[in-house]
């Protein structure tokens, strides 16, 4: 099996979570025989893969889930979802930090149309797999999406840092 890993462009400039989950998974794979790739979009045909597996809801993602979607690839999204408004409501940070949450929320959970690239992503994917059962509520809240496309995949601990 060919699995193509995606996510937004700019992703490792600064590494942080999201980036560590997706070096991890695909170690996980790639031990247990899966051929995992990086997307690289200067060599990489997303049609020559029999999966993509998108990390992250960003906008920036939304052209390749359609992509994959268009040839009939099936569209594992790694959700890595949270809502921007709550953290604006209810946060203590400054009034101009806290309206730039909420106009980033708005503009991309909604658009001109009514549909934004958010919900395009998670309309078009195959499979949600937020990393807990409180981020998969979110997701059906959030965007109406059905219990049966999500399967909770819960972020693990590296066993150096386990002491018993």
Same mark, same amino acid.
């Given at each position: ?10 992703? %490792? ?10 070096? =991890? ?5 790639? !031990? ?9 979009? /200067? ?5 020559? %893969?029999?999966?993509?597996?998108? %990390?992250?809801? *960003? ?7 359609? %992509? +994959? ?12 979802? /949270?809502?921007?408004?709550? +953290? ?12 730039? =949450? ?6 991309? !959970? ?30 059906? =809240? ?18 150096? *840092?386990? =002491?018993?």
């Amino acid at each position: 099996m060919k699995v193509l890993f995606t996510t937004y462009p700019t992703a %490792f400039q600064f590494k942080g979570g999201g980036e560590l989950i997706l070096e =991890k998974i695909q170690d996980r794979l790639q !031990k247990k025989g899966v051929d995992v790739k990086l997307f690289d979009m /200067w060599k990489d045909k997303i049609a020559d %893969f029999d999966v993509v597996h998108n %990390f992250g809801v *960003f906008s920036d993602t939304a052209s390749i889930v359609d %992509f +994959a979607k268009a040839y009939k690839v099936p569209v594992a999204v790694h959700t890595i979802y /949270w809502p921007q408004a709550e +953290a604006a409501i209810k946060g203590d940070l400054p009034f101009r930090q806290r309206l730039k =949450k909420l106009a980033y929320n708005y503009t991309n !959970k909604y658009n001109l149309f009514g549909i934004s690239k958010m919900r395009r992503i998670v309309d078009t994917a195959d499979l949600l797999c937020p990393n807990s059962e409180i981020e998969a509520q979110m997701l059906m =809240k959030e965007f109406k999406c059905k219990r049966e496309k999500i399967h909770v995949i819960p972020d693990g601990v590296e066993h150096h *840092f386990y =002491k018993p």
